[in-house]
């Protein structure tokens, strides 16, 4: 008789053993099961006493509507090969889930290569995910450096500003305090902050990389601005490496959805590159409807059908926004828009910005009317989720 799969939390040996199993698994070391091991809850799957799959899964809010929504993050999700095939890695996923759910997530994002499985199980992208490379020297024609202060180094009142603007976007991360000293150690980072000393309004972080004949490959990993003073600032420091490095790399999603390089560029020839993108679930409807933040000046009802959690059957609500607060509940009024889970989640994104967008993505509304005013709810702020776990 064959032994029977446990999924258990990871205790020194089977963290080890977890460890050594997703370097077999990824083919490569995974140095964020030693270095998040402190701040993760860390779930693995038992054939007898050997680990088969593993999991490490983060309580950490992402902002949504400017306000922060408890959210279970995962990375690191392996499967031995030997185990492939037979759906370990779904129970893995619902059983990581229900203990960061019973500390209090109500949503989820992970980045994935294998985006088509993980929708059908419930996830979907708000928005497409892009990395860019630009030659130096086209920016240094294009950004020139001003009088604006520039120093090296992360503070706290750095770290501040990119709290403050990262709650400007549907996605980004409320980094925890340890996050930054993670992510510095992890990438070897050089840090630069713009503007007064006391009120920074920029922060750049980019990772250098010896090439193998020449100079070297520098790689934008953060890219935090207030204005466009400092976004030309930030692009002409990137610049003055143009004798080191012939060309400026924006690691995926870390350049912001706005279009710095479009309007400045002498001769527009960057490159982009689709990676593949976040991926995102709600796991509590009200839940995350109440704590999600709200525009103050709206004050609307819509009634819409949503798929239930096991895509088995339909529930009709009523989404209210009234004063900045917002709230799901269930009802019996007839549904003006049909929304899948997957649908669910771009809304709550705010990666419609249009009705005909939602009505190429498969979104059933009565009239435009009815789904304008839905998408209007959560259009205030765009999809950008510039950190990776």
């Not at 402190?38 to 054939?47: E, T």
């Not at 930030?234 to 309007?263: D, E, G, K, N, V």
Request: with cysteine.
């Amino acid at each position: 008789m064959p032994d029977v799969i446990r999924i258990v939390q990871a205790d020194d040996e089977l963290w080890q053993q977890y460890d050594a199993l997703a370097t077999r698994s990824y083919g490569h070391p995974v140095g964020d099961i030693t270095r998040l091991r402190p701040h993760a809850d860390i779930r693995v799957a038992l054939r007898g006493r050997r680990v088969i799959a593993g999991g490490l899964g983060l309580l950490v809010p992402q902002f949504f509507g400017g306000a922060p929504v408890p959210c279970a993050l995962l990375g690191a999700g392996c499967v031995a090969p030997e185990e492939r095939g037979a759906r370990l890695s779904v129970d893995m996923l619902a059983e990581r889930l229900r203990h960061l759910r019973e500390q209090g997530a109500v949503i989820s994002t992970l980045w994935t290569t294998s985006s088509g499985y993980i929708r059908r199980l419930g996830w979907e992208a708000p928005t497409p995910v892009f990395a860019w490379s630009i030659a130096t020297d086209d920016l240094k024609k294009a950004f020139t450096r001003s009088r604006l202060p520039v120093e090296h180094g992360r503070t706290t009142q750095a770290d501040e500003l990119q709290r403050r603007l990262a709650r400007q976007w549907n996605g980004s991360v409320l980094r925890p305090h340890w996050w930054p000293a993670w992510i510095d150690a992890k990438q070897h980072l050089t840090t630069y902050r713009f503007g007064p000393a006391q009120s920074p309004t920029g922060l750049l972080s980019f990772a250098m990389k010896r090439s193998q004949r020449h100079g070297m490959q520098l790689t934008v990993h953060d890219f935090w601005a207030a204005d466009k003073d400092t976004v030309n600032e930030m692009m002409a420091l990137l610049a003055s490496h143009h004798t080191r490095a012939p060309a400026i790399h924006f690691r995926r999603a870390a350049l912001p959805p706005y279009p710095a390089l479009l309007h400045r560029l002498h001769r527009y020839r960057p490159t982009a590159e689709a990676w593949h993108p976040w991926m995102f679930r709600i796991l509590d409807l009200e839940e995350a409807v109440r704590l999600r933040g709200w525009p103050d000046d709206l004050d609307t009802a819509v009634p819409v059908d949503i798929e239930g959690e096991n895509g088995e059957n339909w529930n009709q609500y009523l989404l209210e926004v009234k004063d900045g607060a917002g709230q799901l509940t269930k009802t019996h009024t007839a549904s003006e828009i049909r929304l899948t889970r997957q649908q669910l989640a771009v809304w709550y994104a705010g990666g419609y910005r249009t009705p005909a967008a939602a009505r190429l993505a498969g979104v059933a509304a009565r009239s435009d009317e009815a789904l304008s005013r839905l998408l209007h709810t959560t259009a205030h702020h765009e999809p950008w989720l510039p950190d990776h776990f």
